[in-house]
């Protein structure tokens, strides 16, 4: 089980706590917020990104591959459903998440084809795509 805990005093400033970690999440001043923190639907994008890096790192780690760094871009946007035609579900809507990885370190194309396919395994990317993982 995975637990995080959230309080909001005077601001829009939320104090996050995971484990023994405290961070904030914040609006930008232009909407009210003193922008000390990324905006809360920024957070999932962050995590996709982080848990993308951090799974092909532990992967190269155990290959024993020269992975010297990972850059992530994602960015997020809602469809709809009528200009996502490979969409199948109900929604009238469709939240589309796009990702660009970088690998850097001696790594030849079939290392990298293999980061990218374990990278678009990660927990986060499962919780997003699979409502049952």
């Known amino acids: ?3 995080v805990k959230i309080s909001l005093e005077g601001s829009l400033k939320t104090t996050i706590q995971a484990r023994d970690v405290v961070f904030y ?3 930008p001043v232009d909407d009210g917020g003193t922008n000390e923190g990324p905006k809360p639907t920024e957070m ?7 848990c993308a890096a951090i799974t092909a790192r ?3 780690q155990r290959k024993g591959w020269n992975l010297e760094g990972v850059d992530v871009e ?3 946007q809602k469809v709809a459903r009528a200009d996502y035609p490979s969409y199948q579900g109900d929604s009238d809507w469709v939240n589309d998440f796009q990702q660009r990885i970088t690998f850097h370190g001696d790594l030849n ?8 396919e374990i990278a ?3 927990p986060v990317h499962r919780i997003l795509t699979q409502p049952n993982f």
């Open 1 to 3: 089980m995975a637990q």
């Open 25 to 27: 999440a914040d609006e």
């Open 44 to 50: 999932p994008m962050a995590a996709l990104g982080a």
């Open 58 to 60: 532990l992967y190269a």
């Open 74 to 76: 994602v960015e997020w």
């Open 109 to 116: 194309a079939e290392q990298k084809a293999r980061l990218l």
């Open 120 to 122: 678009g395994k990660c």
